[in-house]
């Protein structure tokens, strides 16, 4: 057996080591959980940086037909006459 000032030792290093350990992951875990929030906020900011630019090309796209038929009664737009022609080319 061990004399009583190698076992207080012993034990005093295991106890150091358990409590490094202990600090030691709660500071890594920290670093993670920071690391991961980042993370996060640059993908948000990268899918709406690539969802505004869709936005834009979506708006400077021509229209397929630049006189689409306007169906809306209450549009200003709305061609009566237009829309019975359409209505007769298709029953045709």
């Given at each position: 057996?061990?004399?009583?000032t190698?076992?207080?030792?012993r034990y005093t290093?295991?106890?150091?080591?358990?409590?490094?350990?202990w600090y030691h992951r709660r500071t890594l875990q920290a670093a993670y959980d920071v690391h991961?929030?980042?993370a996060a906020k640059h993908q948000r900011e990268h899918l709406i940086a690539e969802a505004k630019e869709a936005?834009?090309?979506?708006?400077?796209?021509p229209l397929p037909n630049a006189d689409t038929l306007v169906t809306d009664p209450e549009d200003p737009k709305?061609?009566?006459?237009k829309l019975?022609?359409?209505w007769e080319a298709t029953q045709q």
């Open positions: 057996m061990g004399s009583a190698v076992n207080v030792v290093t295991l106890f150091t080591g358990v409590v490094y350990g991961k929030i980042e936005w834009i090309k979506k708006q400077q796209a709305f061609d009566l006459e019975i022609a359409r």
